[in-house]
């Protein structure tokens, strides 16, 4: 229990078992290779984790353009419905609950929001679209790139009258940090960051598979911090690898070691 507590801030009066999902559902989310896998593994666990009937995710590119969506339980005309009216609409009658808005990673905490439906009421977008869809309350959250603009929001939506509890609450926020600092990993060089045609370039290192994972991050720009937060490891022991890996890299600091491992960067995208 210590390990897997070891990576979220202990609060107190936290039921243990609150740990354990949030556990699992970072465990899962580290097996993703895209933004869009990784939603999707997202969805798949908190279904367990906070049960909801209806999700809808929104992808937006670095000038929140939507370039993509992914959703569970929505039939596809509510989702044409709102990119097709309701996408230029909202900003001007419900400003509050429109996609493209000025958020920055600073504010990060600001963009976790559970809604109250019951609570709105008197525009079309409420009347027509939540109404209409039979929503009771919402979810809403974002993840953000390394430059600290969010590049997807996501909704997590029920049509019964259960607002989501202290302990799913609880839950998912003790995982959000982490999943954060995954999602803005996957921008680092705006492909896929678990390249395996690059760790091949490091094959003559001899690099162990926990040594290839730390430097595989270390060149995605994460901190040391963040590194022994996504691995689970002390980050006392992320360091005894970092040596290790100087040692065979023939390096001696971290600067080195990103001249070493990125000098063939250009050949291997």
């Known amino acids: 229990m210590n390990d897997i507590t070891y990576a979220f801030p202990k609060l107190k009066g936290v039921d243990p078992s609150c740990y354990i999902d949030a556990y699992s559902l970072v465990l899962l ?25 209806e999700a809808i995710v929104f992808f937006l590119n670095e000038n929140k353009k939507i370039t993509g969506q992914y959703s569970v339980g ?15 609409e ?11 808005q000025n958020l920055r ?8 929001n559970i809604i109250d439906w019951s609570q709105y009421s008197g525009t079309e977008f409420i009347q027509n679209y939540i109404n209409g869809r039979g929503l009771k309350y919402s979810w809403g959250f974002t993840f953000f790139d390394m430059n600290g603009n969010y590049r997807v929001t996501i909704s997590l939506d029920r049509k ?46 001899n690099f ?35 040596a290790h890996i100087y040692k065979k890299a023939g390096v001696s600091s971290k600067q080195e070691l990103l001249v070493e491992l990125l000098q063939g960067r250009d050949t291997w995208e």
């Open 29 to 53: 989310c580290s097996q993703a290779h895209t933004p869009r896998s990784f939603t999707m593994k997202l969805l798949e666990k908190l279904k367990k984790i906070c049960p909801y009937d």
């Open 160 to 205: 019964t009258e259960s607002p989501f509890t202290r302990r799913e609450q609880t839950c998912f926020r003790l995982a959000l940090p982490i999943l954060n600092n995954m999602y803005r990993n996957f921008f680092y060089s705006g492909i896929d960051t678990s390249s395996k045609k690059k760790q091949s370039q490091w094959e003559r290192y």
């Open 90 to 100: 909202v900003p001007k009658t419900n400003p509050a609950f429109a996609i493209q």
């Open 74 to 88: 929505v039939k596809e005309e509510w989702v044409n419905i709102y990119l097709e009216y309701y996408m230029d």
């Open 105 to 112: 990673e600073t504010d990060w905490e600001k963009t976790v």
């Open 208 to 242: 162990t598979a926990r040594e290839a994972e730390i430097a595989n991050l270390l060149c995605q720009g994460t901190t040391v911090k963040n590194i022994s937060s996504i691995l689970y490891i002390e980050v006392s022991t992320t360091y005894k690898h970092m």
